[in-house]
């Protein structure tokens, strides 16, 4: 699999806030920085092949602005604070594709990139991440499209939720502008029905959705 920097290139951008313990920099802000901060450049760039997740801003993510998350293979990317994005929800990207502008959208002090890497549900440094990717050599000689599940059809639904069920068996949540959260309560019950009638369902959303969807089932 092919590796890039945020900014499409091989070369890291310029870092305005690192990952780790910091100073807020503005109210409400964390005082753990779950991801790392890159300015320099305009257009947001995919760090690998991968699949569009969420475009937008999922309830309960006001702070990170617009927003998109990305599923690759072992990993999720979420880029935040964006001014625009330039994908759509579902849609299979290669390393380097364009996912949207920086800009300072939600809870921010300035124009920034802010990128997280979650690997098993739990963000990591992203600069280690890809410093020991970037640059290297695929196995097969080249970087490939994830396989596209296809979808099998909507298994459940409501006006503004459905969730689909896909050829290999998994499940996801699709909305309106794929903005992914429930927004009210006929949406929560709606998935707390789903789950209940398949035991062991929940596990068969990806890491980004699982987060989303237990979110919600605790509140």
């Known amino acids: 699999m092919e590796f890039l920097w945020p900014n499409g290139s091989a070369v890291r951008p310029t870092i305005s806030s690192s990952f780790g ?97 979650v690997v098993g549900g739990v963000q990591v440094d992203p600069v280690p991440f890809l410093s020991s990717r970037v640059g290297g050599v695929p196995a097969s000689g080249g970087a490939s499209k994830p396989a596209d599940p296809g979808v099998a059809s909507t298994v459940w639904e409501d006006d503004d939720m459905r969730i689909f069920s896909t050829t290999d068996g998994s499940f996801y949540l699709g909305k309106p502008g794929g903005i992914v959260g429930i927004r009210n309560v006929p949406e929560l019950q709606l998935l707390r029905r789903f789950l209940n009638s398949k035991p062991g369902a929940e596990d068969r959303f990806n890491a980004a959705e699982r987060d989303i969807i237990r979110y919600y089932l605790a509140s």
């Not at 993510?61 to 759509?88: I, P």
Request: net charge positive; aromatic share 8%.
């Open 21 to 117: 313990p910091r100073k807020a920099p503005v109210a409400g802000a964390s005082t753990f920085h779950r991801g790392t901060d890159f300015v320099g450049y305009v257009a947001v760039r995919a760090v690998a092949d991968g699949q569009v997740k969420v475009v937008g801003t999922p309830y309960g993510w006001s702070a990170g602005g617009v927003q998109v998350w990305v599923q690759h293979d072992g990993f999720l990317s979420r880029s935040m604070h964006l001014s625009s994005t330039t994908v759509r929800d579902g849609q299979y990207v290669h390393a380097g594709d364009q996912l949207g502008v920086m800009g300072r959208t939600g809870n921010v002090s300035g124009v920034h990139h802010h990128l997280e890497i």
